[in-house]
């Protein structure tokens, strides 16, 4: 099965709108971050959120750790899934979809070493989908994406095989890997920002030369 491809760190209605031309079914805008690349102030994500056309999913990154602020943080937005970062303090899923229940949620895993594994489990009880990413939520500041490294693809692998729900694989994707990346991890879904950007902007080449890699 080809996976399902989010582009990330979408800027403008112009990089949505190209990402969706290859074929992207998911397009990731990224909120205020204590670090890494991409994010853009509300009223901007709002703005783009309007013009992604149906079935192509809207991703809001968002860095808040309440349930209260995640919600009205997709409410100053409306995307219709939320990418939790960093955790969720007291474990709020079940309020955020008491609030929105209409919104999906994804929970990054930054997966570090086999604690990861047991944490992604464990937390896709409560989700709709899992995107393993590489950063490192333990720094003084906070990694909480968009690193451009790759990170251990056989823990990955094991996350992918017993979790519930689908598993998006993120970190250091490439046209050059991302072949071997879909072997390797078989996930449901990849997501990408830098693989495909030049000076920090949606590089068509390199988007073609992605999406035709991982099979499209």
């Known amino acids: 099965m080809i996976p399902r491809i989010k582009v990330c760190c979408i800027s403008s209605t112009g990089e949505a709108s190209l990402a969706v031309s290859y074929g992207a079914s998911a397009l990731g805008l990224v909120g205020r971050m204590p670090s890494g690349p991409g994010p853009i102030d509300d009223e901007l994500i709002a703005a783009i959120v309007k013009t992604i056309p149906p079935p192509v999913a809207s991703f809001l990154l968002t860095s808040e750790t309440l349930a209260n602020k995640i919600v009205a943080h997709q409410r100053k937005v409306h995307s219709n899934t939320i990418q939790i970062v960093d955790a969720l303090a007291e474990r709020g899923y079940e309020f955020i979809r008491q609030q929105l229940p209409s919104v ?113």
């Open 104 to 216: 999906k949620l994804v929970q990054v895993i930054h997966v570090v070493d086999n604690s990861s594994v047991e944490e992604a489990l464990e937390i896709a009880e409560e989700v709709d989908a899992l995107l393993l990413d590489s950063g490192n939520p333990k720094l003084a500041v906070k990694e909480l994406g968009g690193t451009g490294r790759v990170h251990n693809w056989h823990l990955s692998r094991k996350i992918v095989e017993q979790s519930k729900v689908p598993v998006f694989l993120a970190g250091g994707l490439n046209a050059a890997n991302v072949q071997q990346a879909i072997e390797r991890v078989q996930p449901y879904g990849l997501d990408l920002c830098s693989g495909v950007r030049t000076n920090g902007s949606l590089d068509a080449a390199k988007l073609e030369a992605f999406f035709k890699a991982a099979g499209y």
